[in-house]
């Protein structure tokens, strides 16, 4: 089997990939990230392939296969990303409250093989839906500290699972990883 390598620093990712029960290993890009779209599947899909190649060149003529991903949430064509602070976090979840919004992880995934390199990449969309949130219900899921590392500042998978009230597409994107997808897609070919 090839070795694999997640791009990532993600706990989420990595459980995510552990459940599909992929051995791999952990080599986080540690690059700044340039964006150079503002539509949302083009931002994810271009912070996926700027993590992923940087982590590639790394291992250039080795058979590897690198993913790397990137998550954000857009609410009203603003895209949020991780809170700078508990203040930011708050604005955040007072715009998702009792609305719908969008998740959209970009995935790409790199083959080394023979010193042969192929890219492929694609980006996974969800909705979801919060229930309204009282200030008070913001300000003491604030001080969980679990909204200050994820995009949108929540967690799904966490305790901000008490206020979504519908979610239309994959939870796992949601999270932080469309695994399914990225097993249709990309796994059930490359690591057999």
């Avoid at 459940?19 to 791999?24: D, S, V």
């Avoid at 954000?72 to 998702?96: C, F, N, S």
């Avoid at 590392?149 to 305790?159: E, N, V």
């Avoid at 901000?160 to 796994?187: F, M």
């Amino acid at each position: 089997m090839k070795k694999i390598i997640l791009a990532s620093a993600s706990p989420r990712r990595k459980e995510l990939l552990e459940q599909i029960g992929l051995t791999f290993e952990v080599e986080p890009a540690k690059g700044e990230e340039q964006i150079t779209s503002v539509i949302p599947k083009e931002v994810v899909e271009e912070l996926s392939y700027q993590k992923a190649m940087e982590v590639a060149k790394l291992h250039k003529g080795e058979d590897a296969l690198i993913l790397g991903a990137d998550t954000i949430v857009v609410y009203d064509d603003q895209i949020m990303g991780k809170p700078a602070d508990e203040e930011d976090a708050k604005v955040m979840l007072r715009q998702l409250s009792g609305k719908t919004h969008c998740v959209f992880t970009g995935v790409t995934a790199v083959l080394w093989e023979e010193q042969k390199k192929t890219v492929r990449t694609f980006s996974e969309k969800t909705e979801v839906t919060f229930y309204p949130m009282s200030e008070e219900e913001i300000m003491f899921y604030v001080k969980t500290r679990e909204p200050m590392d994820k995009a949108g500042a929540y967690g799904i998978q966490g305790i901000g699972a008490k206020y979504i009230q519908a979610i239309y597409g994959d939870y796992n994107n949601v999270v932080g990883l469309p695994v399914a997808r990225l097993y249709q897609k990309v796994l059930r070919d490359w690591i057999q």
